[in-house]
């Protein structure tokens, strides 16, 4: 029938996509997009960016979603814009202005705040955030006009670092860089920083550089998906593995692979390692290895914790060999 959508075949897809996300998407927009794009049967995100910020957003397909979690308490690092003497309805560029202060600091008293907010520091969740007050996210109460009392929440911030500052500008502002613990949210940190110095200000860009070992340098764009062909689509994929880069790795013979991926501890000599990465061989008679899942060792037993099903193996097996020339 004429107009009718064609229905997309989804299929299998095990990896991790280091997305460097558009201005003006969700992350779970552009999740969904991604996903269609690869036809995906299922996928997730480790950790949202808002639609005013851009940057490194890792994908999860298939097995990789069993290890999304882990990146979540990966470090951050970003580099914002932080619109001195005007304060917004919600710490961003989206919202209305509520307040405006003149900008009357030095730069020497930039360089004597920013140290202040070095190492752990204390912070109020904004409103605007996905934080849930009795099942139900901020936002929605902030929507509605309610203000919600948060608890102060203790972050890291490990370097902040001053890249520019225009502060006789007509539009004053700073341009920092900031590496982060999870859960630091840099609209907060830029409105304590102008608060700081005698005015106000919100976040008027956000660009994520890094996320834990993943950087804007590895990211592919939406727009470069949608012009590529299904394989070269396929091949910006890492393997499942990459989530795991300090789980110390362990190399099980074909016996106890099959028993561990049953759920079934093994005995060896290992020492106490609280993130081991398990691997096993990927083919009777074949050197190559792949991975199993992950584990915990104690008292010189393999503990299994999250696994991949041998459909999954398999699965990433062949799509393996497929991208290999």
């Known amino acids: 029938m004429q107009g009718q959508r064609t229905r997309v075949q989804r299929r299998p897809v095990h990896g991790v996509l280091l997305l460097d996300k558009p201005l003006g998407l969700s ?38 979603t ?11 690092t970003y580099e914002a814009v932080i619109r001195l003497g005007v304060k917004t309805a919600t710490g961003d560029a989206e919202g209305d202005v509520i307040e405006s202060r003149p900008v009357t600091c030095t730069p020497g008293q930039v360089v004597e705040v920013l140290d202040r907010f070095m190492g752990e520091i204390d912070q109020i969740p904004p409103m605007h955030s996905a934080l849930k007050k009795d099942g139900k996210p901020l936002y929605e109460y902030a929507r509605a006009g ?25 539009a004053p502002s700073l341009q920092l860089r900031v590496r982060c613990s999870k859960g630091t949210y840099i609209r907060t940190l830029g409105e304590d920083i102008a608060e700081a110095l005698g005015c ?48 110390t790795p362990v190399t099980l013979d074909e016996d106890n692979a099959a028993r561990f991926l049953s759920g ?34 104690a008292g010189g037993e393999l503990i299994p914790g999250r696994l991949l099903s041998p459909i999954e193996i398999q699965q990433i097996l062949e799509t393996e060999s497929e991208l290999t020339p």
């Open 264 to 297: 079934v501890r093994r005995r060896g000599d290992w020492p106490n390692q609280s993130q081991v990465a398990v691997f096993g061989p990927a083919s009777t008679g074949h050197n190559t290895t792949t991975l199993l899942g992950s584990a915990h060792t």
């Open 200 to 247: 106000v200000g919100h976040l008027s860009s956000l660009r994520r550089v890094a996320t834990g070992p993943f950087g804007t340098e590895q990211c592919v764009s939406l727009a470069t998906l949608e012009a590529e062909s299904e394989g070269e689509r396929l091949a910006h994929l890492l393997p499942v593995r990459s989530l795991l880069p300090e789980h």
């Open 27 to 64: 992350s779970n927009q552009a999740l969904q997009k991604a996903k269609w794009l690869l036809r995906a049967e299922k996928a997730g995100h480790t950790g949202t960016l808002d639609p005013l910020a851009t940057g490194v957003l890792p994908l999860c397909f298939g097995a990789a």
């Open 146 to 170: 309610e203000t919600i009392e948060r608890a102060a929440r203790r972050v890291t911030i490990h370097d902040l670092d001053l890249i520019d500052m225009q502060l006789q500008d007509e």
């Open 66 to 76: 069993k290890f999304s979690q882990l990146h979540l308490d990966a470090d951050k």
